[in-house]
């Protein structure tokens, strides 16, 4: 009896599990392998931060650790007031990014944004850098 029980139980976790994986197969979004930089014309022009620990010029000093969409949010709150026209932002993640402590080090996310190249200026001033092509995000926040 305690074999037949035993048995039944194994079958019904095996099962379980099974099911698990193939919803969590249909339900995952295909992610789109082709970048942005295709549709870039000829006046715009794709600039990319790399964060440091705390000498951002959207530092706020959260209570929670902060979701990736209230990041992006603060970062282009923070560009658009400073009168920062922004076609598109994107961001990537380094994990195990190994880092110092100083305000200065990085922390492994780098903002990417596609602007104007009139806006080139005044985003070098924020520490900005001019790139050829983006590479390829996992998350994509596009904003018009």
């Not at 095996?14 to 979004?29: A, D, L, Q, R, Y």
């Not at 209230?70 to 190994?98: C, D, H, K, P």
């Not at 880092?99 to 780098?110: E, I, K, L, Q, Y």
Request: proline share 2%; charged share 25%; net charge positive.
């Amino acid at each position: 009896m305690k074999k037949i029980l035993f048995f039944s139980l194994m079958l019904a976790c095996i099962f379980s599990f099974g099911k698990c994986n193939k919803k969590k197969k249909c339900c995952t979004k295909k992610t789109s392998t082709e970048t942005s930089s295709a549709k870039l014309s000829a006046n715009e022009v794709w600039m990319q931060y790399d964060e440091t620990k705390c000498e951002n010029p959207w530092h706020f000093n959260w209570f929670v650790k902060p979701t990736e969409a209230q990041i992006m949010g603060a970062v282009n709150s923070q560009l658009t007031g400073q009168e920062i026209s922004i076609l598109e932002i994107q961001s990537t993640y380094e994990e195990g990014m190994i880092s110092c402590d100083a305000c200065n080090c990085r922390n492994g996310r780098h903002f990417y944004v596609r602007v104007n190249k009139s806006e080139i200026e005044k985003l070098k001033a924020l520490k900005f850098y001019e790139l050829k092509e983006i590479p390829k995000t996992k998350s994509i926040d596009t904003t018009k």
